[in-house]
């Protein structure tokens, strides 16, 4: 049996090094080894996993993506990691995204999206504006008047982010070539018959764990 390592996750960009078996509580959202025979893991019930291996140098990295995690730069900070510990160049990297909640179910406010564009040249590519036709206040107006004319404020679109592109963009960033970048289909928002989704499901459900290991 290999050692499972995990990490008590903080939405954060602390990525941590680990070279054998966990002997205490580590704290952070990124792990990275070069040690054969352990298996680093990640949970997430919406927030992103991404995992990279070093095909060559024989290193491998997980990464928890929520959006503060992603707007912190996790992913690059690991990778940068990786390469600063174990030699790690993009051309040896292969990463895959795990199961996430997608664009269609991410709605976010507008200080999120004024962070990504404090952090990032291609903010605006990682949003969409919804007009959500079923939304509550356009079903139940009486409840949004106000003294606005002609009675009823703009309530505005709705915003949302596609965090796998977030995360994507900062893999093709680091300089891995994007036909070695994996994206595993499924919003966890839609269907929880097969992924747990931490709001779509109202904080009252499970974890996902996404894995990653050196063979000998």
């Known amino acids: 049996m290999w050692p499972l390592v995990q990490v008590k996750q903080i939405h954060s960009s602390v990525v941590r090094r680990v070279d054998a078996g966990p002997h205490e509580a580590l704290t952070g959202d990124g792990l990275i080894t070069n040690t054969p025979s352990l298996l680093l893991a990640i ?82 590519e990682l949003f969409e504006e919804v007009f959500d036709a079923d939304a509550i206040h356009v079903r139940y107006p009486l409840l949004f008047l106000n003294q606005r004319a002609p009675g009823h404020g703009d309530l505005g679109p709705e915003i949302h982010l596609d965090l796998v592109e977030a995360n994507k963009r900062q893999l093709l960033e680091t300089g891995i070539r994007e036909e070695y970048i994996s994206v595993i289909a499924g919003c966890t928002a839609c269907d929880t018959a097969r992924f747990f989704s931490h709001r779509a499901e109202f904080g009252q459900t499970g974890r996902m764990m996404a894995v990653i290991g050196i063979r000998e």
Do not use: N
């Open 43 to 124: 949970k997430t019930a919406d927030c992103a996993p991404v995992l990279v291996a070093d095909v060559k140098r024989h290193a491998v990295g997980a990464f928890h993506a929520g959006w503060r995690g992603t707007v912190a730069r996790i992913v690059e900070k690991g990778i940068g990691e990786m390469r600063r510990q174990f030699g790690s160049v993009p051309r040896d990297l292969r990463a895959a995204i795990g199961p996430c909640i997608r664009r269609c179910c991410y709605q976010v406010g507008a200080e999120v999206r004024a962070k990504f564009e404090s952090q990032f040249s291609y903010a605006d």
